[in-house]
């Protein structure tokens, strides 16, 4: 457009009159511009400037580009103000701006604006050269003339090659005076069109930080004032800022590392005021002059860095004076912990000492067990639950050091009472040897106690009691190792009695014995008490399906779940309940299609949970079986474990279990509860295996999804001792879980791939 309707047609100054003056459209003074006396004033688009010129110049024109026009901004004092050296630097305590236009020219800049990475890379000098001078209220001579600057205005720029400057005036410190700026910016950097971009992404900045003065700018508030992906983000920022200022965020803790004591206020004051390498590098030289490297090299390096721990490793520093530099820097700086690393090499560490381990709390509560003393402090020891990494390692130690974890484990062993010497065998027999004794002469003796408490309670008018009426070997397995009783010393027939009592209760008045004579019993209490052949009655009826657990051929049903919790305690050896349960699923990439007829070709072969060759009460018994070798396994590794499934319910007659939970077992681990819910196969592990959660169980799962409470207890070859195996898998639900599984059926079946080659 043409100020007061001229155009280049019709509008043709006398030799004298003043030139034309060419004014970009998103000039900050185009309407002081407008009406100078004596100076027409052509407004065009900022790319069309230079054509406009031509235009002018071939139909006889003089014309001035307001880039050329002099113009002088005063105080209203009248003092001028001019470029100088000793103006504010713009971006200072803002470093954090550079990125911002970067990013904004990168991704705001239109299809139509040519872009190049020389040229960015220049503007972003030019930017970090910016002076900026407050102003109460300013005035403006264009070419000598007084002219009144619009009311919209807050700031103009000042051209110069050294020292481009920003006057700013009635504006706030801070967010105020940036969005008051950013017209004269975009102009300095010869971006105009940058402008209503730029007052959009901070104003969104703004909004993100409350109104209050960042020092630093993360990705993620960045992406979002930006409209894009943190990586977008983060790719932009690397390749285009060549920010110095992001070398300095990295290269401070260094300097505050290195320098130690002579790292202060001032020094992080004078880091902090570098525009440019060379400044920068000579900054380096002043504060560090004993670097591990040249200050070019340090700075260069810093660029190709990320991350201060980046920096960190490169530079061989000490990780504990690194992490305490970072602390000491405050905001924007956090020291680097490494907990996952911490526990996975403490673990190993722990893990192939555990067997000694196991003997100093052996040596430690055997003589209270000999005395009738509590051992509970064994029970809950000998899972080493609590033997974890030391939390102070953590500002320390990238991995800790070997001695440090010795330290810990023997300090460990002395609060609980125990000798501290990791070398030394014990004198001990071996657990395994005394485990697999004790449990032998319990089989041997459980099985003839219930006649004599039948026979005994009936001969004295006593009620048995009702653990009596359950499964009573499994029961007494499962308090004798629960207790871990039967690592510490070899058993006595009285000690069994004991455990016997404590695991199903003893008829009030009833001897510890098991001679009959010693109990008054004759042959006739017992035959009284007897049971009634199978068969008898002169009936004649169908032999009820059985199933095989280990050498063992047993009846199926509801009336024979003691029975079957009995035998399957009596299959449950050493090498299963020393297994860790620990698995490493791989990815579930896809549901194998179910065979063609005379298809030849390999398909991984898929395990069922619940196989359509078996009756219910056959499937209720591979169930039973699973959930018994679950318990035995989790109390091996848990001191607290309770059974809450329906079938506790039958067999033990707890009133408060039930399968509506959706869970089996409750665990009682660091400071929480874990649930786990028990998957019995009578197959061995294969490649693929399938099993299903009913509704109540995708409930529990589901609620739980966002922790690792609710886990999966997979036992294979539930019903072959010497193959069965455990698995302690994720919630398919949760975030550990959720690629590892894949529904096969609506809901309620799913596979996973147990035998992870990960």
């Known amino acids: 457009m043409v100020s007061r309707a001229h155009t280049l047609g019709t509008f043709t100054p006398s030799a004298d009159e003043a030139p034309v003056i060419v004014c970009d459209e998103t000039d900050p003074l185009k309407e002081a511009l407008i009406e100078p006396a004596g100076h027409p004033v052509l407004v065009a688009a900022a790319e069309s400037g230079d054509a406009v010129v031509r235009l002018a110049a071939a139909n006889g024109l003089r014309t001035q580009r307001t880039s050329a026009t002099h113009v002088q901004v005063r105080h ?43 040229g960015v890379r220049a503007a972003l000098e030019r930017l970090r050269a910016l002076r900026v001078v407050h ?63 730029l007052e959009l992404v ?37 390749n285009l800022t060549g920010d110095v200022q992001d070398a300095v965020r990295l290269l401070r803790p260094v300097l ?31 504060l560090a002059p004993d670097l591990p490297l040249p200050s070019t090299e340090l700075v260069a390096l810093a660029r190709s860095c990320t991350k201060p721990a980046e920096l960190r490793d490169e530079l061989g520093l000490d990780f504990q004076q690194f992490n305490a530099a970072l602390a ?73 050091p070997e001695e440090e974890m010795r330290d810990r484990v023997r300090q460990w062993l002395r609060a609980h009472g125990a000798d501290d010497d990791l070398e030394r065998p014990t004198g001990l027999e071996p657990v ?38 359950g499964a009573v070997l499994m029961e007494c397995r499962s308090h004798i190792d629960g207790t871990g009783l039967g690592d510490l010393l070899p058993l006595s027939e009285e000690q069994l009695l004991d455990a016997v009592e404590r695991a199903v209760g003893w008829p009030d008045g009833m001897p510890h014995a098991t001679d009959p004579a010693a109990l008054g019993l004759t042959e006739k209490d017992f035959a009284q008490t007897a049971p009634r052949p199978l068969g008898s009655g002169g009936s004649t009826t169908v032999a009820p399906r059985t199933i095989k657990i280990g050498d063992a051929e047993v009846r199926v049903g509801s009336d024979q779940l003691s029975t ?61 079986v699973g959930e018994v070798a679950a318990r035995a396994w989790l109390q091996r590794h848990y001191p607290d474990v309770r059974w809450v499934s329906g079938y506790a319910a039958v067999v033990n007659g707890d009133d408060e279990a039930s399968d509506s939970l959706g869970y089996d077992f409750e665990v009682t681990w660091r400071g929480t509860t874990r649930l786990y819910e028990v998957k019995a196969l009578s197959d061995p ?28 207890l997979l036992i294979t070859s539930a019903l072959v001792p010497e193959e069965r195996r455990v698995f302690d898998l994720p919630n398919p639900f949760s975030a550990q879980g959720r690629d590892r599984f894949r529904m096969v059926s609506r809901g309620v079946r799913y596979q996973c791939l147990p035998l992870g080659k990960g």
């Open 432 to 469: 395994d040897r005394l485990r697999a004794r004790n449990t032998a002469a319990l089989d041997a003796l459980v099985p003839a106690l219930p006649p004599l408490v039948t026979a005994w309670c009936r001969r004295h008018g006593v009620q048995v009691p009702a653990g009596w009426h």
């Open 135 to 197: 102003a109460d209220d300013v005035e403006i001579t264009v070419s000598g003339t007084p002219a009144e600057p619009p009311s919209s205005t807050r700031a103009l720029p000042l051209p110069d090659d050294e020292h481009p400057t920003v006057v700013v005036w009635r504006s706030d410190e801070g967010w105020d005076e940036l969005q008051a700026a950013t017209p004269a910016v975009a102009q300095l950097l010869g971006r105009p069109w940058l402008q209503d971009a």
């Open 685 to 712: 592990a294969a490649e693929r295996v399938e099993f299903e959660l009913g509704p109540s169980e995708v409930d529990a799962a589901r609620r739980h999804a966002r922790s690792n409470r609710y886990r999966i």
């Open 328 to 400: 000491a820097l405050g905001p924007g700086y956090t020291p680097d912990h490494y907990p996952d690393r911490h526990e996975q090499v403490f673990g190993d560490f722990v893990r192939a000492r555990s067997g000694i381990l196991l003997d100093r709390l052996r040596e430690r509560y055997a003589v209270a067990a000999q005395q009738g003393e509590d051992i509970s402090g064994y029970a809950a020891a000998r899972g080493l639950h609590d033997l974890q990494p030391d939390p102070d390692w953590l500002p320390r130690f990238i991995t800790p």
């Open 564 to 624: 079957i919790a009995d035998i399957a305690s009596k299959t449950l050896d050493e090498a299963f309940l020393t297994q860790s349960g620990r698995v490493r699923l791989d990815t579930v990439a896809g549901v194998p299609r179910p065979r063609n007829g005379g298809s030849s070709s390999a398909k991984s072969r898929i395990v069922v949970a619940k196989t359509k060759r078996t009756t219910e009460d056959q499937r209720s018994a591979i169930g039973l």
């Open 256 to 286: 505050a590392c290195l320098a130690a004591d002579a790292w202060n206020e001032e020094a992080a004051h004078l880091l902090g005021r570098a525009a440019g390498e060379r400044e920068l590098t000579r900054i380096l030289d002043r």
């Open 76 to 118: 209203r004092d009248g003092a001028p103000i001019t470029p100088s050296s000793q103006a504010a630097v713009f971006i200072r305590g803002r470093e954090w701006l550079v990125t911002v236009v970067a990013l904004a020219m990168e991704l705001k800049s239109g299809a139509f604006v040519r872009r190049s990475e020389r």
């Open 202 to 238: 901070l104003v969104k900045l703004e909004r993100s930080f409350g109104g209050g003065s960042p020092t630093l700018v993360d990705d993620s508030v960045l992406a979002a004032a930006l409209d894009t992906t943190e990586a977008k983000v983060a790719e932009i920022r690397r």
